[in-house]
């Protein structure tokens, strides 16, 4: 291996797990910004209960896309079977970020 070239480790960059067969077995998600917007929501995941808690223009901005292209993405995912989306309100009950849970994907 070249000097200049080094083995990343992992141990010491954070990173985030994201179910391979989005990437590799897929066939429900027509577009790309799906699966950026999926990564999106596995990066904010909590690795016990699998929710997360991201704004949609965070998801915007993190995935590249615009927000109404983030809504549409995260309705495919829901539609696709790849997250639940659940409404949240603030103490006051005013709109808070939607808590989306990411659902169990087998595909074969």
Not at 1 to 14: A, G, L, N, S, Y
Not at 85 to 108: E, H, P, T, W
């Amino acid at each position: 291996m070249p000097k200049d070239k080094v083995v990343i480790d992992f141990r010491e960059r954070p990173f985030f797990l994201m179910t391979r067969d989005v990437v590799d077995k897929d066939t429900k998600l027509e577009k790309p910004v799906d699966i950026a917007v999926y990564a999106v929501l596995c990066m904010y995941a909590d690795n016990n209960d699998k929710t997360s808690y991201p704004s949609v223009e965070t998801i915007a901005k993190k995935a590249r896309c615009s927000e109404r292209v983030a809504r549409r993405s995260l309705q495919n995912l829901k539609d696709a079977g790849y997250i639940d989306i659940r409404k949240r309100a603030d103490a006051r009950g005013f709109q808070a970020s939607n808590q989306y849970v990411l659902l169990d994907v087998a595909l074969s």
